[in-house]
């Protein structure tokens, strides 16, 4: 069964980089669709972007249009979020979950990472 | 963008009630709809898809219904383990929104 297994807790310093890996293990990663989720202390749940390693294709939302970069290294089966330009409201867990290709469903989720940007 | 918003936000009931979480989309989503549970600490779990098709290992007191733009998610009698937020998420187009959350807490 395939697991997604995150990269441990961050602390950044307002307008650092922070970079989150997702390592899948015991399955397929080339051929789904892998989002990256966030949630702030006590809100829900915010799509941030996606990438389909076997393309290499990712796309983001709006909102973080500029700031976030998702690739996917095939050779290691890890994902890769990079949040720039850190602000304090990006405090949040950062998730990494595959994509079931046929419904768009989130069906496997990484245990998470928290990021705390604090001066 | 497709906006979701679930009624209610929050919930009391107690164990062996049967309790309804509506779901309601912007716009038509067909069938597109997912339900999620998350626990305190943890991450979200994948409890429907495709608005009523079970996930697997998920117990059968969980059922989803609707097309369009409303949807529900029943349990049919609760468990001390069911209380949790629940969210659901539309994948029909991107981005794939999520609900605010029902928080569903023992009475």
């Known amino acids: 069964q395939v697991q997604l297994v995150q990269s441990g807790a961050e602390v950044k310093k307002p307008g650092s980089s922070v970079k989150v890996s997702c390592k899948a293990s015991?399955?397929?990663?080339?051929?789904?669709?892998i989002s990256w989720v966030r949630q702030a202390p006590g809100q829900g749940l915010e799509w941030m972007g996606r990438?389909?390693?076997?393309?290499?294709?990712?796309n983001y939302a709006q909102k973080f249009q500029g700031r976030v970069t998702i690739t996917a290294d095939k050779s290691t089966s890890t994902a890769y979020m990079e949040l720039s330009s850190l602000r304090s409201e990006d405090t949040a867990v950062y998730y990494c979950?595959?994509?079931?290709?046929?419904?768009?469903?989130?069906?496997?989720w990484g245990q998470g990472t928290m990021v705390t940007v604090s001066s | 963008d497709i906006q979701m918003t679930q009624s209610p936000s929050s919930l009391s009931a107690s164990v062996g009630d049967r309790v309804t979480i509506t779901c309601r989309a912007s716009?038509?989503?067909?069938?597109?709809l997912n339900w999620y549970q998350q626990k305190p600490g943890k991450a979200p779990k994948l409890l429907i898809y495709?608005?009523?098709s079970l996930q697997s290992g998920v117990p059968s007191r969980f059922s989803g219904s609707g097309s369009g733009t409303d949807f529900t998610l029943t349990i049919s009698s609760l468990q001390p383990e069911d209380f949790a937020t629940y969210y659901c998420?539309?994948?029909?187009?991107?981005?794939?929104?999520f609900g605010q959350g029902t928080k569903l807490e023992i009475k």
């Open positions: 979950a595959r994509v079931v290709s046929d419904y768009g469903a989130f069906d496997i």
């Open positions: 015991g399955g397929t990663f080339s051929s789904y669709a």
């Open positions: 990438i389909i390693p076997i393309l290499g294709i990712a």
């Open positions: 716009q038509s989503i067909s069938s597109y």
């Open positions: 495709a608005a009523s």
């Open positions: 998420q539309q994948s029909y187009s991107t981005p794939p929104n």
